[in-house]
């Protein structure tokens, strides 16, 4: 997204073909590709790597979901609140929170249970109840005041992302200046 439109802004010659994959280890013996970006540690130590930072989740709702609802004073209330549930082959994903020393995992009331994060977020920006989400993915929805955090005192802890390319692709000068730019803070 961000990164994306970065790159681009610098760089009119250069064609972008985005994806979005469960897992790089399907894909680095299957197609052709000069850089994945991967959001956790690779699965395969054949690639280069390169980390370009960080990314956390947190809770966010609308300002009309709190207008109705109100917020949560502690992790613990979340079971009183509807939430938007990702989850993958039926398994929700932990809502794992820290703040300071302390570490909990909140269990909101499912309201909306999503295979995917685009739905989450349109469930929450539509005020239907607290999501989960990945900082980065609702940076411009925070920025218009769609969504506020939720117990913004809370968050996950940090993911590390990394720039993964073929052994091959080292040295070549579209990725340094990828790389270069994704890693700008």
């Given at each position: 997204?961000?990164?994306?439109?970065?790159?681009?802004?610098?760089?009119?010659?250069?064609?972008?073909?985005i994806?979005?994959?469960?897992?790089?280890?399907?894909?680095?013996?299957?197609i052709?590709?000069?850089?994945?970006?991967?959001?956790?540690?690779?699965?395969?130590?054949?690639?280069?790597?390169?980390?370009?930072?960080?990314?956390?989740?947190?809770?966010?709702?609308?300002?009309?979901?709190?207008?109705?609802?109100?917020?949560?004073?502690?992790?613990?209330?979340?079971?009183e609140?509807?939430?938007?549930?990702?989850?993958?082959?039926?398994?929700?994903?932990?809502?794992?929170?820290?703040?300071?020393?302390?570490?909990?995992h909140?269990?909101?009331?499912?309201?909306?249970?999503?295979?995917?994060?685009?739905?989450?977020?349109?469930?929450?920006?539509?005020?239907?109840?607290?999501?989960?989400?990945?900082d980065?993915f609702?940076?411009?929805?925070?920025?218009?005041?769609?969504?506020?955090?939720?117990?913004?005192?809370?968050?996950?802890?940090?993911?590390?992302?990394?720039?993964?390319?073929?052994?091959?692709?080292?040295?070549?000068?579209?990725?340094?200046?990828?790389?270069?730019?994704?890693?700008?803070?």
């Open positions: 997204g961000a990164a994306a439109s970065r790159v681009a802004a610098g760089n009119d010659g250069v064609e972008f073909d994806r979005l994959y469960p897992n790089e280890e399907l894909l680095v013996d299957h052709e590709f000069d850089c994945m970006v991967v959001v956790g540690e690779p699965a395969t130590d054949r690639l280069h790597r390169q980390r370009l930072g960080e990314m956390a989740f947190q809770l966010y709702a609308s300002p009309n979901f709190v207008a109705q609802h109100g917020l949560p004073q502690a992790p613990s209330d979340l079971a609140f509807p939430g938007i549930v990702l989850q993958e082959s039926g398994v929700p994903y932990a809502w794992n929170l820290r703040c300071g020393g302390r570490s909990v909140a269990s909101p009331r499912p309201k909306f249970r999503v295979n995917e994060y685009w739905m989450a977020k349109y469930l929450a920006v539509e005020g239907l109840g607290i999501a989960y989400l990945p980065f609702i940076y411009h929805e925070v920025r218009q005041r769609a969504l506020v955090p939720v117990l913004p005192e809370w968050r996950s802890g940090d993911t590390p992302v990394y720039a993964v390319y073929p052994p091959h692709r080292r040295g070549n000068a579209r990725i340094g200046q990828l790389l270069d730019t994704l890693t700008m803070q």
